[in-house]
C-alpha cells in the first residue's frame, strides 16, 4: 500500500521506524494534490519549497514528517489567512497561529492550505472566494462547512489528517458529508492563538479532521498540547433525545445512527437512556446569534459600505442584516446558554454521552443546498445548526463519526457529545463504535481514492 | 399590517438609520435572512428565562 493511503499514526510510525521516506511522502501527498484536487478543489493553496523548510527543521515529535492540510482560517509565517473570502472585515497578517505552532513542534509538514465557506458563515462549502470544494463521495455534493476543504482533502486521501475550525459545527458538519471523524474539542483545549476572532469568540475551536478516531487523537494531543490518553468507553451511558434533532431526520439517516447507538452500546456493554433536553433548537439559534454578534468586532457600520465586489450577494447582505439584529436577542441567547450549561450538567451525571445524527439528511447539491425531511424542505444550514449549536453553546466537547452510507452511497454521521473536559471519552467511544462496525465505515473509501494511484 | 410589510419598512430604515447602503440584490438576501430568522428570534425572546441566574464570566470550558 501508498504510505500516503496509510492513516496519519501509521505514516509517523513508519517514518520513525524509518520505512517510510519523509521527502518520499511529502512529494507524492504534492503530486496526489495535482492529481486529485481539480475534481474537488479540497487544497487552494501549497508551497512546496515552504513545505519542505518545514520538512528539514521538523522536530522528532509524534507526527514527524507527516504531511496535513490546515484551514484557511489560520494564518501561517509565510501566508495570511483568507477565510474563504476576498476579503475578511479583521485585518490580518501572516503569523505564527497556535494550530501553526502545534503542527511545526509535533514535526509535521503543512502540505497546503484548505478551501472554506466565504467567511466561515454557511455549513455546505458550496461559496468560497476559491470556488467550492466538491465532496470526493459526489463531486456535485457539498463536502460541508465552513472546513469543507479539509474534509473534502482527508476524504479524497490527499493527507491523511487536516486541522479545521468549529464555531456552529463547521469540523463535525463536513466529516459528516465527507464520512471522517472530526474532533470539536471542549471550548480552551485546544490551539486558538492567531485566530482573527480569538479575542473575542466563544464558540470556535479547532480541531481534528482524519479517517478515524485514533488519528484524530493523535492530531488532537498536537492541538491540546497535551497527549489524550486513550482508555476505553466500557458502560458506557448513552443519552438519546426524542426531539426534532433526532427524528425530523431522513429516514434512512435515522435508521442507521440508530444502529450505531445499539452497536456502541453493545460493544461498550452500556445502556442507552432516553433523556430529556429542552429547547435544542433555541440553543442553536442561541449559538449563531452570539457567534454572529462576535464576528461583528468592531466593525463601523460605514465600513460594510465599502465591501469588495466580489463578495458574494449572500454574505454582503447577511454582513449588513448582522447590525439589525436585536441586543435583546443577544442577552437572551446568554440566558439560553446559561440555562442549557445548566442543564447539560445535570444531565451529565445522568449519561457518559448524549448521541444523535449530526446532520439530518446527507450531503445536498452543490447547486441547490436543500434537504427533504419530514417536516418539509430546509435548507442545509437551517438543518445542520440544530444538531452542532448546542455544544458550541455551552462548550461541550463533541465528536462526529461515520456510521453509513445512504442509498445513494454519501456518508451519515453520528455525533456524540459529552461533558467539559471528556473529549478524550469522546474518542474512546468512536473507537469503540469503530470496532462495533468492524471499521467497515472509517475505512470506506470515496469513489476519487478508490481511483488506481498513479504515483510512487 | 402584515409582517412581510412591516419587515419591508424595518429593514430599510433600520439600514439607512445605521447609514448603511444597500442595492436590490442586497435587500433580497436581507429579506429572506429576515424571514428565516425573524420567528425563531421571536420565539427564543418569548422563551421565559427569567428564573435563570446569569453566569457571571461563565468558563465554557468547565461546567457552570
Redesign the interface.
Known amino acids: 500500500m501508498n504510505t500516503l493511503d496509510l492513516p496519519l499514526r501509521e505514516q509517523a510510525a513508519a517514518i520513525a521506524a524509518g520505512d517510510a521516506d519523509p521527502a518520499e511522502l511529502l512529494a507524492a501527498a504534492l503530486t496526489r494534490i495535482e492529481q486529485r484536487n481539480p475534481a474537488i478543489n479540497a487544497v487552494v493553496e501549497t508551497f512546496p519549497e515552504r513545505s519542505r523548510e518545514m520538512l528539514d527543521a521538523a522536530p522528532a515529535g509524534p507526527l514527524h514528517g507527516v504531511p496535513v492540510v490546515i484551514k484557511d482560517e489560520w494564518p501561517l509565517p509565510w501566508r495570511a489567512q483568507r477565510f474563504g473570502a476576498v476579503e475578511l472585515l479583521a485585518p490580518t497578517a501572516p503569523g505564527e497561529s497556535g494550530p501553526y505552532r502545534a503542527l511545526r513542534d509535533a514535526g509535521a509538514v503543512i502540505a497546503g492550505v484548505g478551501n472554506m465557506h466565504e467567511l466561515g458563515a454557511g455549513s455546505t462549502g458550496n461559496i468560497s472566494f476559491y470556488g467550492p470544494a466538491r465532496n470526493p463521495w459526489n463531486t456535485d455534493r457539498c463536502p460541508g462547512g465552513s472546513s469543507s476543504g479539509p474534509a473534502s482533502a482527508v476524504a479524497a486521501r490527499l493527507v491523511a489528517g487536516a486541522v479545521g475550525a468549529d464555531g456552529v459545527g463547521s469540523i463535525r458538519l463536513p466529516a459528516a458529508y465527507c464520512g471522517l471523524t472530526g474532533l470539536k474539542p471542549?471550548?480552551?483545549?485546544s490551539a486558538m492563538e492567531g485566530h482573527h476572532m480569538a479575542a473575542v469568540t466563544?464558540t470556535i475551536v479547532s480541531g481534528p479532521l482524519c479517517t478515524d478516531a485514533a488519528d484524530c487523537r493523535l492530531l488532537g494531543s498536537a492541538l491540546f498540547g497535551e497527549e489524550l490518553a486513550a482508555g476505553d468507553a466500557v458502560g458506557l451511558r448513552i443519552g438519546v433525545v426524542r426531539d426534532t434533532v433526532s427524528e425530523d431526520v431522513a429516514p434512512e439517516v435515522r435508521d442507521a445512527c440508530e444502529a450505531a447507538i445499539e452497536a456502541l452500546r453493545t460493544e461498550t456493554g452500556g445502556e442507552v437512556r432516553e433523556i430529556a433536553l429542552a429547547?435544542i433548537?433555541?440553543a442553536a439559534?442561541?449559538a449563531v446569534?452570539i457567534i454572529n454578534t462576535e464576528s461583528l468586532g468592531g466593525v463601523a457600520?460605514?465600513r460594510?459600505?465599502r465591501l469588495h465586489p466580489d463578495l458574494s450577494?449572500?454574505n454582503?447582505?447577511?454582513l449588513?442584516?448582522r447590525?439589525?439584529?436585536?441586543a435583546?436577542?443577544t442577552v437572551?441567547?446568554?440566558?439560553?446558554?446559561?440555562?442549557m450549561?445548566?442543564r447539560?450538567?445535570a444531565l451529565?451525571e445522568q449519561v457518559d454521552a448524549i448521541a444523535w445524527p449530526t446532520v439530518a439528511a446527507v450531503a445536498p447539491p452543490l447547486e441547490a443546498p436543500l434537504v427533504e425531511l419530514p417536516s418539509g424542505t430546509l435548507?442545509a444550514d437551517?438543518a445542520n445548526v440544530r444538531g452542532t449549536g448546542l455544544a458550541n453553546l455551552?462548550?461541550i466537547p463533541s465528536i462526529g463519526a461515520p456510521v453509513g452510507l445512504s442509498s445513494d452511497g454519501l456518508p451519515i454521521g453520528l455525533q456524540l457529545q459529552a461533558?467539559?473536559?471528556r473529549d478524550e471519552l469522546l474518542l474512546d467511544a468512536a473507537e469503540a463504535l469503530e470496532r462495533a462496525n468492524g471499521r467497515r465505515w472509517v475505512e470506506a473509501l470515496p469513489p476519487l481514492a478508490e481511483a488506481a494511484p498513479t504515483e510512487a | 399590517m402584515e409582517a412581510t410589510d412591516r419587515a419591508a419598512e424595518f429593514i430599510p430604515a433600520g439600514l439607512a438609520s445605521l447609514g448603511i447602503e444597500a442595492d436590490e440584490v442586497d435587500l433580497a438576501v436581507i429579506s429572506a435572512a429576515h424571514q428565516m430568522f425573524w420567528p425563531a428570534i421571536r420565539d427564543l425572546l418569548s422563551l421565559d428565562v427569567s428564573g435563570v441566574e446569569p453566569e457571571r464570566c461563565p468558563d465554557l470550558s468547565r461546567a457552570p
Do not use: C, H, I
Open positions: 471542549t471550548f480552551g483545549r466563544s429547547d433548537e433555541a439559534l442561541a446569534l457600520p460605514e460594510l459600505n450577494p449572500l454582503r447582505g447577511f449588513k442584516y447590525m439589525l439584529l436585536p435583546a436577542a437572551q441567547a446568554s440566558r439560553v446558554r446559561t440555562l450549561r445548566r447539560l450538567a451529565f435548507t437551517q455551552t462548550g461533558a467539559w473536559g
